[in-house]
């Protein structure tokens, strides 16, 4: 499985991205996908997860209310809507798909990883 993100960029603090995320096969639909971010020096940390069928999500606590998960299984692709960034939200952001159908959270628990890409927040 190769999974493909796009969608990082550079905005001012209070801006927007959406990160996408598309798989090339269609297993990815039987699995729980999340984003993970870092930031430079720090570990790599979860920031949302799905679960198979896109009813569960799971946000780290300072992402509650800003950020947006979303999949479309019809097109093997995950969303991640960022709104309200933050300075602090700068980072590479990875896209993962999990072993489990669950919107799991542990990084042992990922299967496979995306190529990052890069989210600058300028205050």
């Known amino acids: 499985v190769q999974l493909q993100a796009s969608g990082g960029g550079s905005v001012q603090a209070g801006g927007s991205l959406r990160l996408s995320c598309a798989a090339s096969r269609r297993t990815v639909s039987n699995n729980g996908m999340g984003w993970f971010r870092q930031a430079p020096g720090k570990e790599r940390e979860i920031v949302a997860s799905?679960?198979?069928?896109?009813?569960?999500?799971y946000y780290a606590e300072s992402m509650k209310g800003r950020f947006t998960i979303s999949r479309d299984n019809a097109k093997n692709t995950v969303y991640l809507q960022m709104n309200s960034l933050k300075p602090e939200d700068t980072a590479v952001y990875y896209c993962?798909?999990?072993?489990?159908?669950?919107?799991?959270?542990?990084?042992?628990?990922?299967?496979?990883w995306g190529r990052g890409t890069l989210v600058t927040v300028s205050s």
């Open positions: 993962a798909q999990f072993r489990s159908p669950e919107a799991a959270t542990a990084l042992t628990g990922v299967h496979y």
């Open positions: 799905i679960n198979w069928r896109g009813g569960n999500t």
